[in-house]
T-cell receptor, first 112, second 114 residues
Framework: QKEVEQNSGPLSVPEGAIASLNCTYS??????FFWYRQYSGKSPELIMS????GDKEDGRFTAQLNKASQYVSLLIRDSQPSDSATYLC????????????FGAGTRLAVHP | GAGVSQSPRYKVAKRGQDVALRCDPI?????LFWYQQALGQGPEFLTY????????KSGLPSDRFFAERPEGSVSTLKIQRTQQEDSAVYLC????????????FGQGTRLTVV
């Protein structure tokens, strides 16, 4: 079992819709979580971080964290074709220095 | 520079050859990470530096992999006697702090071992 699990997708949504990306993690001690966006052939780009239970909003993006359920999600409102990318969920491993554990990523396709 | 810089961007190595990959982190960043990303997978942790100290090298896949950051800025990842399974994108990331952290990635070095 991987430590951070994501549905590989592709998740296909129409332009303007809400895209919902989900992630579960196994390390109960993890306190910090991150969402990265990675375009094909490019490096991961940090888009959201979340440390507390609940929602955190930044523009069209909302991250949600539920530590009891070990669940993290990312909502993208008003999805645009330019949002088409792979979204990587990462958890900061509690047992070592600053070790980010990544999921395999969910590929999102936003079609016009 | 404004971001994390890695060189070379692409490297083709013959099996058995040694390679060295360079990372220039964002100026002043305390933390530096190396990750390996295979096609279709998320980045896999290799090693972590806090300034010049290598605090975690638990992800290095074998003793052929060696990383250093002697002056607490530029870092080099060296792979000796490369094998085909070493083919991947090697990503470097840096962070301003010693804890937490929001890490910023470089463009990566795509290594192909033939």
């Amino acid at each position: 079992q991987k430590e951070v699990e994501q549905n590989s997708g592709p998740l296909s949504v129409p332009e303007g819709a809400i895209a919902s990306l989900n992630c579960t993690y196994s390390d109960r001690g993890s306190q910090s979580f991150f969402w990265y966006r990675q375009y094909s052939g490019k490096s991961p780009e940090l888009i959201m971080s979340i440390y507390s239970n609940g929602d955190k909003e930044d523009g069209r993006f909302t991250a949600q964290l539920n530590k009891a359920s070990q669940y993290v999600s990312l909502l993208i409102r008003d999805s645009q074709p330019s949002d088409s990318a792979t979204y990587l969920c990462a958890a900061l491993f509690s047992g070592g220095y600053n070790k980010l554990i990544f999921g395999a990523g969910t590929r999102l396709a936003v079609h016009p | 520079g404004a971001g994390v810089s890695q060189s070379p961007r692409y490297k083709v190595a013959k099996r058995g050859q040694d390679v060295a990959l360079r990372c220039d982190p964002i100026s002043g960043h305390v933390s530096l990470f190396w990750y390996q990303q295979a096609l279709g997978q998320g980045p896999e942790f290799l090693t972590y530096f806090q300034n010049e100290a290598q605090l975690d090298k638990s992800g290095l896949p074998s003793d052929r992999f060696f990383a250093e950051r002697p002056e607490g800025s530029v870092s080099t990842l060296k792979i000796q006697r490369t094998q085909q399974e070493d083919s991947a994108v090697y990503l470097c990331a840096s962070s301003p702090f010693a804890v937490n952290t929001e890490a910023f990635f470089g463009q990566g070095t795509r290594l192909t071992v033939v």
